[in-house]
């Protein structure tokens, strides 16, 4: 009966120490677009673009970063 009750709290004890696995983490979120390239010359209208197109892909990794430290629990 002793021996029972001591693996009975031993499994207790080892349950509470076991860690939750890693969340599984799409792989639409683990890539950002790539900065757009840059083409020398043009107008102000192709910087203007540029930094459209840059700003974006930004947006859009930022999104992406948000979903995984929701996913993983982390904080900024």
Known sequence: MT???AAAALAACLAGCQTPGRP????????CP??????????????????TDLRDAHADCREKLGAVRGLVGARP
Not at 24 to 31: A, D, E, K, R
Request: no cysteine; glycine share 10%.
């Open 3 to 5: 021996r029972l009750l």
């Open 24 to 31: 599984t983490v799409p792989t639409s979120l683990l890539t």
């Open 34 to 51: 790539d900065a757009p390239t840059w083409r020398r010359g043009g107008t102000q209208r192709d910087v203007a673009g540029y930094v």
